[in-house]
């Protein structure tokens, strides 16, 4: 990685010390060549994933529903014959398998995948052989300090705008690579980076050096880096989310205001001001998407107040949120909102992103009233609770402390909230092409599944899904929590294709079984409070129970054993969604780590799609 330097007059200062130009000259050429190496990366991932959708098209328009696998479908894979023709899909599956269902588990909150493990193993060794290559004096000294320390600092600083980028809501990088969690570990290993500079560079400084005025600006950026790091580690961001939140907004702007300034005076403050721009384009495009989609209440028209939000505390620790959907505002199942709600929040502009529970109106199912028809139904006083899924924004929001507590209260008040919505975020999955879909969701994770199961449905209803069998499983911890989704499912699965084999499976962490077998256990004097101003009896969802499909049962499931016979009896292609904790998400992986010799014997091309708890 040597840099040729051209020539040029010395001056008496570089003359007493002829590192210094060579130090210069590859602290200026190393980071040039690292974003060489990373818009690289980004490039071939953008390759794969073009291929990888063409041959997803390519192979769906070449397949038919009825084909020698179809009348496999049943017999376990043990049974079958290997067929070496279907070698190239085993290899696709193994990959899969190594890549992304072999895992690094770090405690209770850290999952990493095999591919997330190699690409921050390669960035790692990557940025430290550019800060510690070609680090000998001309006196021979090896790993002179002064080739590398200023060297890391420079790195460091060349990576801010990634980081930038990947953290802000209007990102692309994030849709061509898929991953997600890479904008938080470039920042610690930047992080350490920085610190290494900046540690090596304060035990060389001479006293007289200390008040330099861009000494303490970089002491202040790396201290607001330092804690910054601390409050987003997961344990205290999952339990401290506001005190994360404004730690976050604050902490970012004095790095980036600091580190420019710091890295201005050495004549490297051009990697800096380009965080301004993408950070002040994010919040552009975010404040435009506000107002377009909002624009009614910003008018201050008679009937904005029509617009508010409806709130009902479903149980202690869960709300229910639906409200109009904004014109000219359409998303896909599985996809995130930030909702700001003035009266609720600290501050006007705080806004916090939660899963659409519900689909728009392109995904109603034959039979689903319009949003007109639901108005006239719910004037005559008729029972429409299960229409706001196809025709509204519904949220089912976890409540803990802060923001959503105060949500909660505002239910309990029978208060509406005025609600803005930023969105749509997040990429919803493609299953049209899935002859099995597997849906697994716990507790408040069924937002996701729920909206993908609906969205599915109308696929098939409509012809543009090619899925024969729908799986749907849900876990929860008391048995009154079906009737979150209960009228939604009971509409679903009234209007389902019939040319669909439909499974529903709650589980029951915890309860009796007298509280499943009878009507009259579902609590009957509870009442969940509503901001429509008066508390709403709970209902009875026992007509969810009147489909064979359904099946309600005590204890956690085995998903290994589940999974397992799914892929043991099934041909074409299996695709299993997962969104709830990490307990739920580790045995799917686990229970996926098939063998090469099921997919040699006729059994499925699984795929596995993982959405976890949590935005930030």
């Known amino acids: 990685m040597s840099v040729s330097l051209t020539s040029a007059p010395v001056s008496p200062r570089a003359a007493a010390n002829p590192d210094k130009p060579i130090r210069t000259g590859r602290n200026r050429a190393y980071p040039h060549q690292l974003w060489w190496l990373i818009a690289s990366f980004v490039v071939l991932i953008a390759l794969c994933q073009f291929i990888s959708r063409v041959a997803l098209k390519y192979s769906s328009r070449h397949s038919s529903r009825k084909k020698r696998g179809d009348t496999e479908a049943g017999r376990s894979s043990s049974s079958r014959r290997v067929s070496w023709r279907r070698l190239p899909l085993a290899a696709l599956n193994a990959y899969r398998v190594i890549a992304f269902r072999w ?86 290993i930047v992080f350490i980076l920085l610190w290494t500079h900046g540690a090596t560079r304060l035990a060389h400084l001479m006293d007289s050096q200390y008040v330099a005025w861009f000494v303490p600006i970089g002491i202040i950026a790396m201290g607001a880096f330092t804690v910054l790091l601390f409050v987003s580690l997961r344990p205290i961001r999952a339990r401290f989310y506001e005190l994360f939140y404004y730690t976050h907004v604050l902490s970012v702007l004095i790095i980036l205001l ?34 377009f989609y909002n ?43 930030f909702l700001a709600m003035p009266s609720v929040s600290k501050f006007p502009i705080e806004s916090h992103p939660f899963t659409i529970a ?103 209803q409509k012809g543009k899904s090619k899925c024969r069998k729908l799986v749907f499983v849900w876990c929860i911890r008391e048995a009154s929590h079906i009737e979150w989704v209960s009228k939604a499912l009971t509409k679903a699965l009234e209007l389902a294709p019939a040319n669909i084999d439909l499974s529903v499976r709650i589980f029951v962490t915890s309860g009796s079984a007298p509280a499943l077998g009878r009507e009259g256990s579902w609590n009957e004097d509870e009442s969940s409070h509503s901001s429509e101003g008066s508390p709403v009896e709970k209902t009875k969802p026992s007509s969810l129970f009147n489909f064979p499909s359904v099946q309600v049962a005590l204890g956690r499931p085995n998903l290994a054993a589940f ?54």
Do not use: M
């Not at 719910?378 to 959503?404: C, K, M, S």
């Not at 709830?580 to 998400?585: A, D, H, P, T, V």
């Open 358 to 460: 519900s689909v728009d109106a392109r995904y109603a199912l034959k039979g689903v009233q319009d949003a007109t028809e639901a108005e006239k139904a719910q004037i005559a006083g008729e029972d429409v609770d299960a229409t706001p899924y196809w025709n509204e924004l519904v949220f089912l929001i976890h409540v803990r402390e802060g923001y959503t507590r105060r949500l909660a209260n505002a239910a309990e008040k029978g208060e509406k909230v005025k609600v803005l919505v930023d969105g749509p975020y997040g990429f919803s999955p493609n299953l049209d092409n899935d002859d099995i879909v597997v849906l697994i969701a716990g507790s408040s994770g069924v937002s996701y599944t729920l909206s993908t199961f609906l969205g599915v449905l109308s696929h098939v």
């Open 258 to 291: 600091g580190g420019y300034f710091h890295t201005n005076y050495q004549k490297f403050g051009f990697y800096l001001w380009p965080c301004f721009i993408i950070w002040g384009l994010d919040r552009a495009i975010r404040l435009g998407r506000l107002i």
């Open 295 to 337: 624009h009614l209440y910003f008018g201050f028209s008679a009937t904005s107040h029509h617009l508010d939000a409806s709130v009902e505390l479903l149980s202690p620790h869960l709300v229910r949120l639906h409200l109009s959907r904004p014109p000219h505002f359409k998303w896909t199942p599985g996809q995130t909102v």
């Open 103 to 188: 895992t690094l588990n770090i405690g209770q909150y850290l999952t990493l995948n095999f591919a997330e493990v190699l690409v921050t193993c390669v960035y790692i060794i990557a940025i430290f052989t550019w800060g510690f290559v070609n680090t000998t004096s001309l006196a021979g000294n090896k790993l002179d300090v002064s080739y590398w320390e200023n060297r890391l600092g420079v790195l460091g600083a060349s990576q801010l705008p990634l980081i930038t980028a990947l953290g802000t809501k209007n990102n692309i990088l994030s849709y061509i690579t898929g991953l997600k969690f890479i904008h938080r570990t470039i920042a610690r």
């Open 563 to 616: 999974l397992q016979h799914e892929v043991e009896i099934n041909t074409g292609r299996l695709s299993v969604t997962v969104c709830g904790s990490q307990g739920i998400s580790r045995a799917c992986r686990a229970a996926l780590r098939i063998p090469v010799t099921t997919t040699l014997k006729g059994g499925p091309s699984v795929v596995l799609h993982v959405e976890s708890f949590g935005y930030a």
